[in-house]
């Protein structure tokens, strides 16, 4: 088993910047794909991004320019920059790493706010 603790959110001006963070405990041999996802209240769950094991990366549209999805492997975790901020970006981030051997694990979740 993998467990996944996200840090980091919480409330924030629009056009400020919040810096997430995933980190990945348990058994861990080595992870392959880590990744954010989000979900707004009434919406359903997106991919915000993500980042493989050779460190590329792709983004939701909606994020390009603004958001960086960056991984550090020595510490298993995964960070989230979040910067130009605005208030469609509220929603609950979920972390998300799939294994070596596909097997996908999530977060609890974490709350960003970004007040206009």
């Known amino acids: 088993q993998v467990q996944l603790v996200e840090s980091g959110g919480g409330l924030v001006q629009a056009g400020g910047s919040l810096r997430l963070s995933c980190v990945a405990s348990?058994?861990?041999?080595?992870?392959?794909?880590m990744g954010w996802y989000r979900q707004a209240p009434g919406k359903q769950r997106e991919l915000v991004g993500r980042?493989?094991?050779?460190?590329?990366?792709n983004y939701a549209d909606s994020v390009k320019g603004r958001f960086t999805i960056s991984r550090d492997n020595a510490k298993n975790t995964a960070y989230l920059q979040m910067n130009s901020l605005k208030p469609e970006d509220t929603a609950v981030y979920y972390c998300?790493?799939?294994?070596?051997?596909?097997?996908?694990?999530w977060g609890k979740g974490i709350l960003v706010t970004v007040s206009s």
């Open positions: 980042i493989t094991s050779d460190f590329s990366t």
């Open positions: 998300n790493v799939v294994s070596m051997t596909d097997v996908n694990y």
């Open positions: 348990g058994s861990i041999f080595r992870l392959n794909t």
